[in-house]
């Protein structure tokens, strides 16, 4: 198929374009390189043989995304482009909905345009809030959600539920992802987020190199087996070959699906640690210090329903996403520069 990619040199999305390539699939990638580097393309090269065309344009710019429709008759798209701070959300909400929901609905209606009517898209398991008890089921639908980023993929759910309704040949699956953590094997594409990072694996890796100086744990007084905050972390390659598989279910289907992709296993801060010092073979320094805001004590997928539909299992556990993360930050502290 040929696909749209938009946000494919991102993080998920350029691990995507991989599997994608490597399934035989054409891919066009829309990215503004607000978070990522046109870099990432020559690193897909390597990876892959195959240099994808790329089109550095904001998604925003209707007409520079309507000429890129014209030129490229796509059968799909799968849409990863937005921006996914959760704090920053809460301190700029306005840029958050502008980006991820304008930006997201110019490429619905081109996709109805140009009769496109295959659609991925990026969300998370974030929607589900902290309104239910994990293992969390697509069936639960949306909860509560805590922060405007939270928001955004809530209403891009819905707007792509209602044009479904409207539009009985779209074919939409959204993909709801735990927490995508570690890189390609070869190191060469992964995660560095520009200065000190929000997340947990992306933390620890920067203690492990030395640009920081010990990790804080996020409380330690939960509900959960040792205290500290329990995630289904997923390894951003089985994560991209959901999308394959979401794209291929999508080829041969009409209507719209909301399918996690987890593994079904929570880990906890401390288990990440203990995981992560295997596999780089030292020791984390770590604090204990207060609760983060708006973190719940446990999140993880029931993921029965991506293995029923798509026939999508993952395949790597955590030992394997540590080794890839160390991997990735060794040879390239600095992110892809
Ligand atoms: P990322 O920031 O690495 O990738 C997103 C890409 O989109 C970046 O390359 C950025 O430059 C681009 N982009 C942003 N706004 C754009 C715009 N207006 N026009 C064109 N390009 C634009 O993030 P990621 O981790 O790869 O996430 C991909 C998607 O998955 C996002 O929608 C994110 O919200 C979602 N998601 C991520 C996680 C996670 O933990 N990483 C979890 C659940 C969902
Ligand atoms: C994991 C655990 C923290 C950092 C976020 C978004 C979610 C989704 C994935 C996009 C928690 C603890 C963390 C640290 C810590 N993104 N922690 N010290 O919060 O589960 O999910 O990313 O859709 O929307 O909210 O991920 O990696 O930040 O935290 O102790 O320095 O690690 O408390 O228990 P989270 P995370």
Redo the contacts with the bound molecule.
């Keep these: 198929m040929k696909i749209l990619v938009t946000g494919g040199t991102g993080y998920i999305g350029s691990h995507t374009v991989v599997e994608l390539l490597s399934k035989g699939h054409e891919c066009v990638i829309v990215d503004n390189l607000y978070n990522s580097s046109e870099k990432v393309l020559d690193r897909i090269k390597e990876i892959t043989g195959i240099r994808p065309l790329f089109y550095r344009t904001d998604i925003r710019d209707k007409e520079a995304l309507r000429e890129i429709f014209k030129e490229n008759g796509f059968e799909a798209v799968i849409h990863f482009a937005g921006l ?1 701070a ?1 704090g920053e959300s809460v301190v700029k909400p306005l840029e958050y909905y502008e980006n991820n929901i304008s930006g997201s609905l110019n490429l619905y209606e081109l996709m109805k345009e140009y009769k496109v009517n295959k659609l991925v898209f990026s969300s ?3 929607v589900y809030g902290d309104s239910f008890k994990s293992p969390l089921k697509e069936e639960y639908g949306r909860g509560r959600t805590t ?1 405007p ?2 928001t955004t ?1 809530a209403m891009n759910e819905m707007i792509i539920e209602d044009y479904g309704k409207a539009d009985k040949d779209l074919s939409a699956v959204i993909l709801r ?4 953590v570690g890189a390609h094997k070869s190191g060469l594409i992964g995660e560095r987020p520009n200065g000190i ?5 992306p ?1 620890i890796s920067d203690v492990v190199v030395g640009k920081l100086d010990h ?5 330690n007084d939960y509900d959960t087996k040792d205290g ?4 289904d972390y997923i390894h951003v390659v089985d994560l991209a070959k959901a999308h394959v598989a979401a794209i291929e279910y999508a080829d041969g289907h009409k209507g719209v699906e909301i399918i996690n992709v987890g593994t079904g296993t929570g880990y906890s ?1 401390l288990d ?1 640690i203990k995981a992560y010092e295997k596999a780089c073979g030292r020791e984390i320094p770590y604090v204990i210090t207060d ?2 805001p708006g ?1 719940i004590a446990t ?1 993880f997928a029931d993921p029965k329903k991506a293995e029923e539909l798509l026939g999508f299992k993952t395949e790597m556990d955590i030992e394997d996403m540590c080794r890839d993360a160390y991997n990735f930050i060794c040879k390239n502290p600095n992110g892809i520069e």
């Design positions: 996914k959760v998370s398991a974030t922060n980023y939270g993929k992802y735990f927490n995508p990072p929000n997340n947990l694996m933390y990790l804080n744990v996020f409380g500290t905050g329990v995630r801060v990440i609760r983060r973190d999140c």
